[in-house]
């Protein structure tokens, strides 16, 4: 678990500005995801990637970009089209076999 | 579409009774599903997978295919297993889908 840092760990913008939240894994892990997760709705996937270069939209990927240039990072940008960002969002990395998580970065946008 | 439907939100038990979370699955394939805990204040990690057949911390989950259920199972509910509990199912080209959480409280 330790392998998966987010950071940071609360972050506060205003309306309309764009934000980026930070995933970093040294796990050597080729998948790694993004999940927002509210209360009553549990864990929805915004975004996933198999490998460097190349990321897939999840469920809720309307407001959010990606970018994977380095296996072991995975930024996402929470674009001020996404009409309600305040959330908790969670990273994950796998090596294939289950999700390992990162400890959260909890976005206020005011 | 792969779903996974947990239809509890909240569960209490009293100490020592048996506890059931309930989790069933939307799946055309074969699955692979797993139990996710999240403790106050900690991450959330694994507790167990069907595939390993594992009993983790007094739990276990079987998987019925018939029924398209995974459900967690504890004989005796102990004061430290309040948290929130989700259900997983990988579907596929290794994505991951969670079901919305049952928050689980056990009273001493």
């Known amino acids: 678990d330790g392998g998966i840092t987010q950071s940071p760990k609360y972050l506060f913008r205003k309306e309309g500005q764009n934000v980026t939240l930070s995933c970093e894994q040294n796990l050597n892990h080729d998948a790694m995801y993004w999940y927002r997760q509210d209360p009553g709705q549990g864990l929805r996937l915004i975004y996933y990637s198999q490998i460097v270069n190349d990321f897939q939209k999840g469920d809720i990927a309307e407001g959010y970009s990606v970018s994977r240039e380095k296996k072991e990072s995975f930024p996402l940008t929470v674009t001020s089209a996404q009409k309600n960002p305040t959330a908790f969002y969670l990273c994950?990395?796998?090596?294939?076999?289950?999700?390992?998580f990162g400890p959260g970065t909890r976005l206020t946008v005011t | 579409a792969q779903r996974v439907t947990q239809p509890e939100k909240l569960l209490s038990v009293f100490k020592g009774a048996p506890v059931e979370l309930k989790c069933n699955y939307s799946y055309s394939g074969s699955p692979e599903l797993f139990w996710y805990v999240q403790y106050s204040r900690q991450r959330l990690q694994l507790l167990l997978r069907?595939?390993s057949r594992e009993s983790i911390k007094g739990f276990t989950a079987d998987l019925n295919k018939g029924e398209t259920s995974f459900h967690l199972k504890k004989p005796f509910a102990q004061e430290e297993d309040s948290a929130m509990y989700y259900c997983a199912l990988e579907g596929g080209g290794n994505q991951f889908y969670f079901g919305t959480g049952t928050s689980l409280t056990v009273i001493p």
């Open positions: 069907h595939i």
């Open positions: 994950a990395s796998s090596p294939g076999t289950q999700p390992y």
